[in-house]
């Protein structure tokens, strides 16, 4: 189901969870004992300059200069995020798959992206965006996603480290998703505890929770 351009670096890898589960509006209990905690820890000790010195955003944002992208003005959703909270702008609550993302990519540094596999028709293919390529951003107008690292299926691309489409959202009524981490440099084993990781918080936060299968790419 997953597939890669070979015109991808070796370096980028892809974390892919599928599971299946009931959504909700929100878990309070993902909040009081994972996300607020978090937050918490990120305002007392993250400024911008520890976040701009962060290995794993440095790693991202060579990538993405390697693939001809400019991550200051396309920045990876994990440094958007990251900065957010250090500002102590705080998170926007969605729903608990949404929040659950928010999570992982603010616990690991990377971004993640979740998406209704509902909505997608055929492979998923990770590569990179044509010249004069743009899609519809969630909450956002047309993203530019030309030399962006980006997933597409038979429709066209929906997803990317920056900013997702609203093709593959996922809304209160998903129940059947797949959770990408887009992981740069990242070794074997550090993958694998990553994704192990994933399993465990998606088992223990999201409702009927099942992961059916992981992989990486």
Not at 12 to 33: H, P, R, S, Y
Not at 54 to 62: D, F, G, L, R, Y
Not at 122 to 144: E, H, R, S, V
Not at 203 to 217: P, R, W
């Amino acid at each position: 189901m997953f597939t890669r351009n070979k015109q991808i670096p070796m370096t980028i890898k892809l974390g892919v969870t599928i599971l299946e589960f009931k959504n909700e509006t929100k878990n309070d209990a993902m909040w009081a004992t994972l996300l607020t905690p978090l937050i918490d820890r990120i305002n007392a000790n993250d400024t911008l300059e520890t976040i701009r010195q962060s290995p794993e955003i440095q790693a991202t944002k060579q990538a993405y200069k390697a693939l001809g992208k400019d991550p200051s003005r396309f920045r990876p959703s994990s440094d958007s995020l990251w900065r957010r909270v250090a500002k102590g702008k705080g998170l926007y609550q969605v729903n608990a798959l949404v929040d659950l993302n928010n999570a992982l990519s603010l616990t690991f540094k990377m971004p993640f992206g979740s998406y209704d596999l509902d909505k997608i028709q055929g492979d998923i293919t990770l590569t990179k965006g044509l010249p004069g390529a743009q899609y519809p951003g969630i909450g956002k107008d047309m993203i530019n996603i030309e030399n962006l690292l980006v997933l597409a299926d038979n429709q066209g691309p929906f997803g990317s480290p920056t900013s997702d489409s609203t093709t593959a959202m996922i809304n209160e009524t998903t129940h059947r998703a797949a959770i990408i981490a887009y992981l740069f440099d990242v070794d074997n084993d550090a993958a694998a505890h990553i994704q192990a990781e994933v399993k465990a918080t998606a088992e223990t936060y999201l409702s009927e929770a099942s992961v059916v299968a992981q992989q990486i790419v």
